[in-house]
């Protein structure tokens, strides 16, 4: 049975744009030959860490929202660590309210850009 996941890589903020797209196709692709769904992929961009990871002050932050079996998490977990343009990774399963939340967020309904049809209207008139 799939279950939900959320994984957030930090890379190295020294990667270029096409470097940091291949790094995530690569791992989308790798994903999805072990049986997983992409739902979403997010790119927060470079932040600043709140402590140095290998003599590195920033990095590029990247969130991956996918199903998958549980079996399959381990096998693509490997790959990261291997990777030494990832300096951080952390995948954790969503509960039913976190899933919930993310549909949410991608419906615009809470958020910074959050749709408030109500007040919008009520202004209106």
């Known amino acids: 049975m799939s279950k939900h996941y959320e994984t957030v890589i930090i890379f190295s903020p020294i990667l270029s744009d096409e470097d940091l797209k291949k790094s995530v196709t ?4 790798l994903l999805s030959d072990h049986g997983a769904n992409i739902v ?3 790119n927060w961009g ?28 381990s096998k693509v977990e490997v790959e990261f660590r291997r990777d030494e343009n990832i300096l951080r990774f952390l995948t954790t399963a ?11 967020r991608r419906q615009g309904l809470v958020g910074k850009g959050k749709k408030t049809t109500e007040t919008s209207q009520e202004v209106a008139s």
């Open 26 to 29: 690569k791992y989308t692709k």
């Open 40 to 42: 979403e992929e997010r």
């Open 46 to 73: 470079l932040k600043q860490l709140a402590y140095p990871i290998q003599n590195k002050s920033n990095g590029i932050y990247y969130i991956i929202e996918f199903t998958a079996p549980g079996n399959s998490i």
């Open 94 to 104: 969503l509960d039913k309210y976190a899933v919930e939340y993310n549909e949410k």
